[in-house]
Nanobody, 126 residues
Framework: QVQLVESGGGLVQAGGSLRLSCAASGGTLGSYSMGWFRQAPGKEREFVAVINKYDGNTYYRDSVKGRFTISRDNAKNTVNLEMNSLKPEDTAVYYC???????????????????WGKGTLVTVSS
């Protein structure tokens, strides 16, 4: 059983930056493709970014391309999401998730992920 714990959320002004981290325990991060999802109030959880195991390929939802960067450090069992040029519409609870699958498409359904963290809140003020 893999446990995931997110950190790094907070309040930031539009145009600012935040770095989210996800620490994994109970398993080897290198065995999983790792993703970030988010859920805004009253909305469904949506895919943000994923980084594959093995090949390290990354995929992003269109609205964050060029602003967000996902990375992983298998030795430290962590996954990060660097978020720049933040917009008010990025406000959401951000979740880290792990999957045994390898992804080949830029949109990933939440049902493809096996393990989830409890989330960290990101609030972007205008």
């Amino acid at each position: 059983q893999v446990q995931l714990v997110e950190s790094g959320g907070g309040l930031v002004q539009a145009g600012g930056s935040l770095r989210l981290s996800c620490a994994a325990s109970g398993g080897t991060l290198g065995s999983y493709s790792m993703g970030w999802f988010r859920q805004a109030p009253g909305k469904e959880r949506e895919f943000v970014a994923v980084i594959n195991k093995y090949d390290g390929n990354t995929y992003y939802r269109d609205s964050v391309k060029g602003r967000f960067t996902i990375s992983r450090d298998n030795a430290k069992n962590t996954v990060n999401l660097e978020m720049n040029s933040l917009k008010p519409e990025d406000t959401a609870v951000y979740y880290c998730a792990a999957s045994l699958l390898v992804f080949r498409a830029p949109m990933i359904h939440a049902g493809s992920m096996t393990y989830w963290g409890k989330g960290t809140l990101v609030t972007v003020s205008s």
